[in-house]
T-cell receptor, first 107, second 115 residues
Framework: RKEVEQDPGPFNVPEGATVAFNCTYSNSASQSFFWYRQDCRKEPKLLMSVYSSGNEDGRFTAQLNRASQYISLLIRDSKLSDSATYLCVVSGNKLVFGAGTILRVKS | GAVVSQHPSRVICKSGTSVKIECRSLDFQATTMFWYRQFPKQSLMLMATSNEGSKATYEQGVEKDKFLINHASLTLSTLTVTSAHPEDSSFYIC???????????FGPGTRLTVT
């Protein structure tokens, strides 16, 4: 079983749609949680950290459920520029990346 | 701030040759640097962690004699892929952090193709 599992997608959505990604992780001792964004053939860029209390950054909302070992990302009012691969990342003593979920926003 | 560069961005080499990739932190001192590898449609996989002035710590399954890592200064780490083979073709990404456990800043990656 992979340490971090994500639905690979792709999610094809129209502009303005709301889309949600989920991620599960296997190591209950994990301490920190993140969503990264990776554009094609580029390095990953930190999108936001994820906290149990839930956190929001503009159109992006992330949530962590430690009991279920489940992380989510909600994107509201999708823009064309949101098209990318979204990586769920879990950290203990190192960063462990999921394989990513592909999002394609179409006009 | 917190910019990391990698050189070269792309390299094509023949099987059996060695390739060196440089990772530099441009505007901060990086106590710790990391090397990752990403095959197409797969996740980034940590290869090794290097601390300035000490030997790198390699992840399970990564051959330290094949992937030589040198972190000689607080702004430079190098990864040398020795005797490269086509199966080593991948996207190699480094990251750097100011202190162990701090946020990692990623370089733009190096695409290696071994023919």
């Amino acid at each position: 079983r992979k340490e971090v599992e994500q639905d690979p997608g792709p999610f094809n959505v129209p502009e303005g749609a709301t889309v949600a990604f989920n991620c599960t992780y296997s190591n209950s001792a994990s301490q920190s949680f993140f969503w990264y964004r990776q554009d094609c053939r580029k390095e990953p860029k930190l999108l936001m950290s994820v906290y149990s209390s839930g956190n929001e950054d503009g159109r992006f909302t992330a949530q962590l459920n430690r009991a279920s070992q489940y992380i989510s990302l909600l994107i509201r009012d999708s823009k064309l520029s949101d098209s990318a691969t979204y990586l769920c990342v879990v950290s203990g003593n190192k960063l462990v990346f999921g394989a990513g979920t592909i999002l394609r926003v179409k006009s | 701030g917190a910019v990391v560069s990698q050189h070269p961005s792309r390299v094509i080499c023949k099987s059996g040759t060695s390739v060196k990739i440089e990772c530099r932190s441009l505007d901060f001192q990086a106590t710790t640097m990391f090397w990752y590898r990403q095959f197409p449609k797969q996740s980034l996989m940590l290869m090794a962690t290097s601390n300035e002035g000490s030997k790198a710590t390699y992840e399970q399954g990564v051959e330290k004699d094949k992937f030589l890592i040198n972190h000689a200064s607080l702004t430079l780490s190098t990864l040398t892929v020795t005797s490269a083979h086509p199966e080593d073709s991948s996207f190699y990404i480094c990251s750097a952090s100011k202190r162990a456990g701090d946020e990692q800043y990623f370089g733009p990656g190096t695409r290696l193709t071994v023919t």
